[in-house]
C-alpha cells in the first residue's frame, strides 16, 4: 500500500479524491494548511505528494522549494490556474508533474500510478535532487548530467528541454507543449527549435536519429522520453 499525503484545503475535493484512491489500496493523509505541509512529510514519510497550489500558510510553490532543497520525494501538483506560466514554473522549481482542476479521480489515479512505477525503475536517488534511469544522473541543483560516469557539457537551451522530458518521463509531449513549458511560446506549426535541440540531445547519449530509443519520436503527438531504454 502506497502513502499519499494530499495537501488541499478544499474539504470537498479532497474528501472525493481520498476516498477514490483508498478504493485502490493507496493510504491518504489529509493536510488543510500550507504552512502544516513540511511537519506532516517529515511525521508521515508519504511515497508520494499531492499538492495544490493555492493554499492558505503557505502556497504550493513554497512547499516545493522546501521539499526539493533535501529531497526527491515525487510531487504532482494541482492548480485551478490555467495559465502556462504557472504550471512551467511548478515543474521548474521541481514538482514532477501538475493536474488542472477540476481534478477527474481517475486521471489522477493514472497520473500516480505513472509516477511511482518509474520512482521504482530508477531506484531511490542518492542525493537530494537527482533524477536516475540507468546510467544517466541529472543533478538537478548543479544542472550536472552524468552519463556512463562521464560529464556531458549539454547549451543551457537543451539541458532545459532534456530536464522537462526527463520529468514527463514515459509521457508523450507535443511540440507545443515542450515550446510552452521550455519557452513560453506556442507551436506555430514552423518553428524547428524542438527538433533542432532533440537531435543535438540524441547525439550525446548515442541514440540512433534513425531508430532512436531513448528520446522516441511518436509520429503526429510528439516525442518520449524512454526510461526503460536507458536502463540498457
Do not use: H
Not at 520525494?73 to 514554473?89: G, N, S, Y
Not at 501538475?98 to 481534478?103: C, G, I, N, S, T
Amino acid at each position: 500500500m502506497k502513502k499519499v499525503l494530499l495537501i488541499e484545503d478544499d474539504a470537498r475535493l479532497a474528501e472525493l479524491i481520498s476516498e477514490y484512491l483508498c478504493r485502490y489500496d493507496f493510504e491518504v493523509t489529509l493536510v488543510l494548511r500550507g504552512d502544516l505541509a513540511l511537519d506532516a512529510i517529515a511525521r508521515e514519510q508519504p511515497d508520494v505528494v499531492v499538492l495544490d497550489l493555492m493554499l492558505p500558510g503557505m502556497d504550493g510553490m513554497d512547499i516545493c522549494r522546501a521539499i526539493r532543497k533535501t529531497s526527491s520525494l515525487p510531487v504532482l501538483m494541482l492548480t485551478a490556474r490555467a495559465d502556462i506560466f504557472d504550471q512551467v514554473a511548478g515543474l521548474e522549481i521541481g514538482a514532477d508533474d501538475y493536474m488542472l482542476k477540476p481534478v477527474e479521480p481517475r486521471l489522477l489515479l493514472a497520473r500516480l500510478r505513472v509516477i511511482l512505477r518509474w520512482m521504482e525503475l530508477r531506484g531511490q536517488p542518492t542525493r537530494g535532487n537527482l533524477l536516475q534511469f540507468g546510467e544517466l544522473e541529472v543533478d538537478l541543483s548543479a544542472r550536472q548530467v552524468c552519463w556512463k560516469g562521464r560529464e556531458v557539457d549539454l547549451k543551457t537551451a537543451d539541458y532545459n528541454l532534456f530536464v522537462i522530458l526527463l520529468q514527463a518521463a514515459g509521457k508523450v509531449l507535443s511540440r507545443d507543449e515542450l515550446l510552452k513549458r521550455w519557452r513560453g511560446i506556442g507551436f506555430d506549426g514552423l518553428d524547428r527549435t524542438v527538433d533542432v535541440s532533440i537531435s543535438r540531445l540524441r547525439k550525446c547519449f548515442d541514440d540512433d536519429a534513425n531508430e532512436p530509443r531513448k528520446i522516441k519520436t511518436v509520429w503526429g503527438r510528439g516525442y518520449l522520453f524512454s526510461p526503460i531504454a536507458w536502463e540498457e
